[in-house]
């Protein structure tokens, strides 16, 4: 499995991708199937299941509905900025994680 740079993958989510790009979010819960490939900047909805070897391309958004939808430029879907917008939310998370004493 391939993980590229500033991934966030939430709480609940099971991840079986065979590659995942760069600038990538994937939402609570969601589900990735098996030999899937998130390609950059594309976002994966909370609660979205994935079926087995299913391609997201860039700037698209897998919704928990089972569709794929946006395109680069469409805001409405995925920003143009999500590059930025992810930067910032990786390094926010880490500026912000507080380690588990109770964990291993």
Request: glycine content about 10%; aromatic content about 10%; overall charge negative.
């Amino acid at each position: 499995m391939h993980i590229g740079d500033h991934v966030f993958i939430s709480e609940g989510a099971v991840v079986s991708a065979s590659s995942i790009g760069s600038f990538v979010y994937i939402g609570k819960n969601a589900i990735i199937g098996r030999r899937c490939a998130l390609k950059d900047c594309c976002i994966i909805e909370d609660g979205a299941v994935l079926p087995p070897e299913t391609t997201v391309a860039s700037y698209m958004r897998y919704t928990a509905k089972g569709t794929i939808e946006g395109g680069q430029g469409n805001p409405n879907f995925v920003p143009a900025a999500m590059q930025d917008q992810m930067v910032d939310y990786t390094k926010s998370f880490y500026d912000h994680f507080l380690r588990n004493p109770q964990a291993g």
